[in-house]
């Protein structure tokens, strides 16, 4: 089984960064790819940027310049940077991982909060 473990939410102001973490244990993969979702109250869930097994990213066009994702393989680790937040950035962030191959994505974590306070 694998577990997803984000932290780094929090309450920032508009303008202001955060920066979130999400760390991965259990199964091993030799390939897999890792994403960030968002939730806020009342809609659905959404895209926010994903990074394959080969380091290939993929922005949200609502957070392209702002939102930077990364990753750290050893360590099973996935990060998003995330700078000049705006209010309608507020939302529950989850991370989530995509086995190659796969359509959907078949793990996900519990969430983190963000609020942007305008």
């Known amino acids: 089984q694998v577990q997803l473990v984000e932290s780094g939410g929090g309450l920032v102001q508009a303008g202001g960064s955060l920066r979130l973490s999400c760390a991965a244990s259990?199964?091993?993969?030799?390939?897999?790819?890792m994403g960030w979702f968002r939730q806020a109250p009342g809609k659905e869930r959404e895209f926010v940027a994903t990074?394959?097994?080969?380091?290939?990213?993929r922005y949200a066009d609502s957070v392209k310049g702002r939102f930077t994702i990364s990753r750290d393989n050893a360590k099973n680790t996935l990060d998003l940077q995330m700078n000049s937040l705006k209010p309608e950035d507020t939302a529950v962030y989850y991370c989530?991982?995509?086995?190659?191959?796969?359509?959907?994505?078949?793990?996900w974590g519990q969430g983190t909060q963000v609020t942007v306070s305008s």
């Open positions: 989530a991982i995509q086995l190659v191959g796969n359509t959907a994505y078949d793990y």
């Open positions: 259990g199964r091993t993969f030799s390939s897999y790819n």
């Open positions: 990074v394959t097994w080969s380091d290939r990213r």
